[in-house]
């Protein structure tokens, strides 16, 4: 059964950046897509990017172009979210997620735990 | 980018109605749609894919329906359990976009 474990809490100043991670197991990680979704406290859900690991190709939304930064490492497998010039407005819990394996599905079927990131001076 | 209307944003019910929550998108995405539960504390769960694919393992008192701009999330009689948030989300086109969440509650 595939899971992904993500990295723990992290506390933040402004300006500064944050790499939190997502390590999965039970399954073979460079045949998935991976994505980055994150909430803020009380809000929505919000998409960030994808990696699709066996092509290590990246897509971003263009809300983050330039401050984010998805990677992945197939010896590990794990995948990586980097973003920079933190902000308090990015203060949220970020999850990986899962695509379903499937042509032209682009839903998430499986979760990380979520890593809270709060920036604050 | 493609908007997306969730309605209502609250809904107030009993167990064992049948309760139904909407999305409207700004433009067509054929039916390249996903509905998710959430609980508090708790990552998103896929409920529904393919507007009206149910994910394995999902009760089958949930069912979604829709094409082009008009979605639906049907949940035909409501459990204990189902008292949640339920969001819509469409990947139809990059960036991939959630609604603004229907928050289902005890009436």
């Known amino acids: 059964q595939v899971q992904l474990v993500q990295s723990g809490a992290e506390v933040k100043k402004p300006g500064s950046s944050v790499k939190v991670s997502c390590k999965a197991s039970?399954?073979?990680?460079?045949?998935?897509?991976i994505s980055w979704v994150r909430q803020a406290p009380g809000q929505g859900l919000e998409w960030m990017g994808r990696i699709i690991p066996i092509l290590g190709i990246a897509n971003y939304a263009q809300k983050f172009q330039g401050r984010v930064t998805i990677t992945a490492d197939k010896s590990t497998s794990t995948a990586y979210m980097e973003l920079s010039s933190l902000r308090s407005e990015d203060t949220a819990v970020y999850y990986c997620?899962?695509?379903?394996?499937?042509?032209?599905?682009?839903?998430?079927?499986?979760w990380g735990q979520g890593t809270m990131v709060t920036v604050s001076s | 980018v493609i908007w997306m209307t969730q309605s209502p944003s609250l809904l107030s019910a009993s167990t064992g109605d049948r309760v139904t929550i909407s999305c409207r998108m700004s433009?067509?995405?054929?039916?390249?749609l996903a509905w998710y539960q959430q609980k508090p504390g708790k990552a998103p769960e896929l409920l529904i894919y393919?507007?009206?694919t149910l994910q394995s393992g999902v009760p089958s008192r949930f069912s979604g329906s829709g094409s082009g701009t008009d979605f639906t999330l049907t949940i035909s009689c409501l459990q204990s359990e189902d008292f949640a948030t339920y969001y819509c989300?469409?990947?139809?086109?990059?960036?991939?976009?959630f609604g603004q969440g229907t928050k289902v509650e005890i009436k």
């Open positions: 433009q067509g995405i054929s039916s390249y």
């Open positions: 989300q469409q990947y139809y086109s990059f960036p991939w976009t």
């Open positions: 997620a899962r695509i379903v394996p499937a042509a032209r599905i682009g839903a998430f079927d499986i």
């Open positions: 039970g399954g073979t990680f460079s045949s998935y897509t």
């Open positions: 393919a507007a009206s």
